[in-house]
């Protein structure tokens, strides 16, 4: 295999393994069932798993699930 197709497959690999790995973020608001998370520097607003109760400022779990969306798992014990 060449260098390169072996460095371009690499590099695939990682993005997508860092695609898929959870993320740790913040709670900064709350309005029903969505909860708005400081995320990586950027402000996402995800849905929630229905046994987690969110409060601002929560250290949460952020899952990515399909098609680039994202859930929040809760916060850990």
């Known amino acids: 295999m060449s260098p390169l197709l072996l460095a371009a497959l690499t590099d695939a690999l990682t993005r997508a393994q860092e695609a898929l790995a959870p993320q740790v973020g913040n709670v900064t608001a709350v309005a029903g069932t969505q909860v708005t998370v400081s995320l ?17 400022g929560d250290v949460v779990i952020v899952l ?14």
């Open 40 to 56: 990586r520097g950027a402000t996402v607003t995800l849905p929630r798993l229905a046994s987690y109760a969110p409060t601002v």
């Open 64 to 77: 990515p699930i399909v098609n680039g969306q994202k859930i929040v798992l809760g916060k850990p014990a």
